[in-house]
């Protein structure tokens, strides 16, 4: 037995605990017995379609995901983006909902321009100081610091005095393009 198909039952455990069914409330919307889906989620009952389609129609599952893959290797190795002057390394998977980056931003003379998209940022400074320009405000951020704002209103960032500034950044899909594929990036 694979492991995929070995944790078929704590899988359905698991979805019927999470909408707070008891096994006897998941059995009378099933029409199969407490004890059938007792044994079947500890793993002392083979798992067959005869008993899966009633029960991921009602708990709302497929059941792909009763039989996901082996846990996949969760370190991300995507190459860093070296642009404008910026290290933008990559902190999570390509294609996650959430996109996720630890950017290098270096000592400049002056502030880069302006710019303008649609969605939020969240950044939090690692180490170093970093100034944002958001509109008329111009800020400086501390180590243990963080901001968030609609990227909408003009916006700039760099470090601040002579170190550079380490930051971690959450944006979305229009942020992730204006950061990593305006100019010419390239992977290091």
Same mark, same amino acid.
């Given at each position: ?52 389609? !009633?029960?991921? @129609? %009602?708990? *709302? /599952?497929? $059941?792909?995901? =009763?039989?996901?893959?082996?846990? #996949?290797?969760?370190?991300? &190795?995507? !190459?860093?983006? @070296? %642009?404008? *002057? /910026?290290? $933008?390394?990559? =902190?999570?998977?390509?294609?996650? #909902?959430?996109?996720?980056? &630890? ?7 002056? /502030? ?77």
């Amino acid at each position: 037995m694979t492991q995929a198909v070995a944790q078929i039952g704590a899988r359905l455990r698991a979805a019927r605990q999470a909408r707070g069914w008891t096994l006897g409330e998941l059995a009378a919307q099933t029409s199969i017995s407490a004890s059938t889906l007792s044994r079947l989620e500890s793993g002392k009952r083979q798992a067959n379609l005869e008993l899966l389609i !009633p029960l991921t @129609r %009602r708990l *709302g /599952l497929r $059941i792909d995901d =009763l039989v996901a893959d082996e846990t #996949p290797d969760p370190r991300v &190795r995507r !190459p860093v983006i @070296r %642009r404008d *002057g /910026l290290v $933008i390394a990559p =902190l999570a998977p390509e294609g996650s #909902p959430i996109h996720t980056y &630890r950017i290098t931003y270096p000592p400049v003379e002056t /502030l880069p321009e302006l710019r303008v998209h649609d969605g939020f940022e969240w950044l939090y400074v690692l180490t170093g100081r970093l100034r944002l320009r958001l509109g008329e405000r111009d800020l400086t951020l501390i180590h243990g610091e963080a901001a968030e704002f609609d990227t909408r209103i003009p916006h700039a960032m760099c470090a601040a005095g002579n170190r550079p500034a380490h930051v971690l950044s959450i944006f979305n899909e229009a942020g992730v393009r204006m950061h990593t594929h305006s100019g010419s990036p390239t992977p290091s």
